[in-house]
């Protein structure tokens, strides 16, 4: 207290001392953000990586979050990123491919789970989204999402009692640009970190960390026959593999089954889609980019006898054979595991959950 | 808090000072207005109402028309003098913006523009970004995030189709830098603020090096190669007209 009064006051007599020629533009004694630091779980990383120009705030993040659940966001105002991106189910909305859009036409694929987003170098199943301040966009103006015009969102947002002080607050300007509205919804995003499922609690030797038998067989098998895409405790190695879904990839809608393909024009990328982070996995059925199966069962089933093969097909999936010989034993055993991938803290943490 | 005080009171000695001298010197900045008219050929493009004929023989019209002027840099022939303007990034967009001003500029001769048609890697990575480069103003794309450096969208007719005409040309290897030579010098000193007029022709857009033929190739542009269209963008598509 003692230190603003001063800073007043020295501000003062600068003014003070300079009157005579132009009065240089006041800086404005607004409080600054306050740094938010969260506990990160060890196994995953030591801090939380965000850009230099978006510092993660506890303002940042509570606006964010606020934007996060509410449908101001949609053109209809019916529709927040919460509605496919629910909670309770690691974010996702558990159809194969949503209709809940703002014109409830379906869409092309399947909504992916938020976790650990901070630690991913590109978005969406293909990646083509490069960072977290960008991709919101993406689902804000999609026609069939949320079909916001940018324009008509941040003048709605400026007339609102609320947000112009909550941007001010998180950014030092109560004038809302889209470019405000992207961050704040990253820096939100950037907290959605899971990593206190029993798995993590045994791998940190934790109380609560104990492992089945059945369970510790299981990783064992993950480990020889999955972890080299679902590699660390991220369980995704963040790059793009054919695993075996489809033999051919139709030109239609504009190469949309090109999938990472379709971003980097290159035919080496046929058919590969990002591979997907497991936890919460038992959460987030249906799987994969189209949502084609609906249990892990399948899934595993999948990689076992269903690979198909194209020029493309990661080399893991064809060692000799097409896809990975596990026993029904094997296959039964890396389920549970799986399962114990769940993190029921994330799933019901109340600072993540809809905000009031 | 603590560093606010500090930078203060760093700042102090220079709040007392500074005032002094830029009071009674000549000017030692000036500006240059730039001023771009898009045209097909001679005549000043109207939108929707203009049918125009294609250096390949299609009659086309145009309904939208924008694309990224950026990184603006006045040159001396002798290399004495560079100006770089900071924040550079110009959407001109026919109907609405096709004029910018580059504001204190050293004093100085100049006899080069150096500019660029698109946005430069370092700011085609992310869309969160404000001015000309604010994501609302359709310029971008979300799902392979970067921006369009040009979008022209119309119809034409051609020897064989008709239909829609839709270049959205980005991608970081489409991002052209292209030199402009001033036909007189201008030389700030002299005169405080000029004006640089810039002629942009479409058709150019479709002709030299790459002749476009609206029957073979109508739309496209994205994608991480190298696009005709922007190569055509860094050859005669932009001149200038005068200089005063």
């Known amino acids: 207290m003692l230190r603003r009064r001063l800073y007043v006051l020295l501000l003062g007599l600068c003014l003070w001392q300079v009157t005579g020629c132009s009065v240089p533009e006041q800086e404005e004694i607004s409080p600054v953000p306050e740094a938010y630091i969260p506990d990160v779980p060890s196994n995953l990383a030591a801090s939380i990586p965000a850009p230099e120009r978006n510092p993660i705030t506890h303002e940042g993040v509570a606006l964010g979050r606020m934007l996060f659940y509410d449908p101001i966001l949609s053109a209809n105002g019916k529709v927040s990123c919460a509605t496919c991106h629910r909670q309770e189910k690691a974010f996702t909305d558990g159809k194969a491919l949503t209709r809940a859009g703002v014109t409830g036409k379906q869409l092309l694929r399947h909504v992916p789970s938020l976790v650990n987003l901070a630690w991913m170098p590109g978005f969406f199943w293909d990646g083509g989204s490069k960072n977290l301040e960008s991709v919101s966009f993406g689902p804000l103006t999609h026609p069939d999402e949320m079909g916001r015009d940018l324009k008509e969102l941040t003048r709605r947002l400026q007339r609102h009692e609320e947000y112009p002080k909550l941007f001010k607050k998180a950014f030092g300007s109560d004038s809302i640009t889209a470019a405000a509205i992207g961050r704040a919804l990253a820096q939100f995003q950037r907290t959605l970190i899971s990593a206190n499922s029993r798995y993590d609690r045994y791998v940190r030797q934790e109380a609560g960390g104990q492992l089945s038998e059945e369970e510790l067989q299981g990783l064992a098998l993950f480990r020889q026959h999955c972890g080299s895409c679902h590699a660390t405790d991220l369980f995704t190695d963040n790059s793009y593999h054919n695993n075996g879904l489809d033999s051919t990839f139709s030109p239609a809608n504009e190469g949309l089954a090109f999938g990472r393909g379709r971003i980097t024009g290159e035919a080496a990328d046929m058919g590969k889609y990002k591979t997907p982070t497991l936890r919460n996995i038992a959460l987030t059925a249906p799987y994969m980019h189209d949502g084609r199966f609906a249990t892990l069962d399948e899934v595993l089933e999948h990689y076992r006898s269903g690979v198909a093969a194209s020029p493309t097909l990661a080399p893991e999936l064809r060692q000799g054979q097409l896809g990975i010989p596990v026993s029904d034993a094997e296959k039964a055993k890396i389920i549970v595991f799986l399962h114990s991938l769940t993190d029921r803290g994330f799933v019901s943490n109340p600072s993540l959950s809809a905000p009031r | ?244």
């Open chain 2, 1 to 244: 808090m603590k560093n606010s005080l500090t930078r203060l009171l760093l700042a102090l000695p220079f709040l007392l000072t500074a005032c002094t001298d830029e009071q009674n010197d000549a000017p030692a900045t000036g500006t240059l207005d730039v001023t771009v008219d898009n045209v097909v050929g001679t005549a000043t493009l109207q939108l929707e109402s203009g049918t125009y004929s294609s250096p390949a023989g299609d009659t086309y019209t145009v309904s939208d028309l924008k694309y990224y002027i950026s990184n603006v840099t006045l040159i001396s022939g002798n290399g004495q003098a560079t100006f770089v303007e900071p924040e550079s990034y110009h959407l001109i967009a026919q109907g609405s913006k096709t004029s910018f001003e580059l504001k204190d500029i050293p004093a100085g001769t100049y006899d080069k523009v150096e500019l660029a048609i698109g946005v430069d890697e370092a700011h085609n990575h992310s869309t969160d970004q404000e001015g000309d480069l604010d994501p609302s103003n359709e310029m971008v794309w979300d799902w392979d995030t970067g921006y369009k450096f040009l979008s022209l969208v119309g119809a034409y007719t051609g020897d064989t189709e008709s239909g829609a005409l839709v270049f959205h040309v980005g991608g970081d290897a489409n991002y052209k830098t292209i030199t402009l030579d001033l036909p007189k010098p201008i030389d700030l000193r002299e005169q405080a603020s000029y004006q640089l007029k810039l002629q942009a022709d479409v058709n150019e857009l479709f002709q030299g090096p790459h002749l476009i033929d609206f029957d073979m190739m109508n739309s496209g542009g994205h994608g991480a190669g190298p696009s005709m269209v922007a190569e055509n963008y860094s050859d005669g598509f932009l001149r200038v007209v005068e200089v005063k």
